[in-house]
Structure formats: C-alpha cells, structure tokens
Nanobody, 119 residues
Framework: QVQLVESGGGLVQAGGSLRLSCAAS???????????MGWYRQAPGKQRELVAR???????KFADSVKGRFTISRENAKNTVYLEMNSLKPEDTAVYYC??????????WGQGTQVTVSS
C-alpha cells in the first residue's frame, strides 16, 4: 500500500498562484515501485481529468488547458510531487487529487484538496 497526503489547496483570486504538495509513504518496496506521480482534478458535474504527470525519469505531461501556467516537479528521495499553479482562472476550480502509478500497474489516490479560484 501507498498512502498519499496532499496539502496546499485553498481560495485564491484569479491570476493568483498556489502550490500543491503530495507526499507518498509506505513500505520501501512499494515506494520503489512508484513510476509516475501526478495530479488530477474534478470539477462539479464533470469527469476527473489529468492535470499533470511526471515520471521517475522526469518526463512530463500536461493537460492543454494548463500548459504554460502549471509546473510539476518531484523529489524522488522524499517521494513527493509538487504542482505549481500560476495565472489561475476560475475554471481551474476543482478538487485536486494526487495520484501515483506503480511499475506493477497499481493506482493510488489521495483524498483530494479543494482549489477555488474567484473571479
């Protein structure tokens, strides 16, 4: 099992910034199996969607809607992933979920953190 603890959500005005953090914990065996770490979001009435993802070797993928505004990074030694969100828009309002994907194809999810962007 892998446990994920998220932090950094909150309320911000449009144009502002927030930084989300997600720390993974568990057995060394499971932590060493983590490949991709990332963030998804789900707005009311919408499906959960990928925001950004980063693999252990640093390859990244972003949703088109956040390219140029969001940055993802990770510290492998701390099993932690960060999402730096700049130039936030009201449409970025959602619950953001941390996700990790392991080499043996397991998905783990955090409990989610609310991000609200006011206009």
């Amino acid at each position: 099992q892998v446990q994920l603890v998220e932090s950094g959500g909150g309320l911000v005005q449009a144009g502002g910034s927030l930084r989300l953090s997600c720390a993974a914990s568990g057995s060394i065996f499971r932590l060493n199996a983590i490949n991709a770490m990332g963030w998804y979001r789900q707005a009311p009435g919408k499906q959960r969607e990928l925001v950004a993802r980063i693999t252990r070797d640093g390859s990244t993928k972003f949703a088109d809607s956040v390219k140029g505004r969001f940055t993802i990074s990770r510290e492998n030694a701390k099993n932690t992933v960060y999402l730096e969100m700049n130039s936030l828009k009201p449409e970025d309002t959602a619950v953001y979920y941390c996700n990790v994907y392991t080499t043996d194809r397991y998905d783990y999810w955090g409990q989610g953190t609310q991000v609200t962007v006011s206009s």
